[in-house]
């Protein structure tokens, strides 16, 4: 089993900078992919961010430039740091982690951590 905790979201104001955590327990892989979602209001969950085992990262178009995605594999530990944060950040965000078994994707969540942009 995998546990994923976040921490660090708030209130923040347009322009402003916030570092999300997530603590990884259980059965890791560090050569595992991990990645940020987010949902809003009224919208599907989408990817921020994904981070492979070996660093290589993606990024939505949205957040590009704007977001870091890193991980500590001996901490078991992924950040996000966001910076210039714009109203349109508002959203849930949720850790994850995934494995392929037998061709068969598991995904792993977080409970997610709320991050507000305003003024």
């Known amino acids: 089993q995998v546990q994923l905790v976040e921490s660090g979201g708030g209130l923040v104001q347009p322009g402003g900078s916030l570092r999300l955590s997530c603590a990884a327990s259980?059965?890791?892989?560090?050569?595992?992919?991990m990645g940020w979602y987010r949902q809003a209001p009224g919208k599907q969950r989408e990817l921020v961010a994904s981070i492979g085992g070996g660093g290589t990262t993606n990024y939505a178009v949205s957040v590009k430039g704007r977001f870091a995605i890193s991980r500590d594999n001996a901490k078991n530990t992924m950040y996000l740091q966001m910076n210039s944060l714009k109203p349109e950040d508002t959203a849930v965000y949720y850790c994850?982690?995934?494995?392929?078994?037998?061709?068969?994707?598991?995904?792993?969540w977080g409970h997610g951590t709320q991050v507000t942009v305003s003024s």
């Open positions: 994850n982690y995934y494995t392929i078994r037998f061709g068969r994707r598991n995904d792993y």
């Open positions: 259980g059965s890791i892989f560090s050569a595992n992919t």
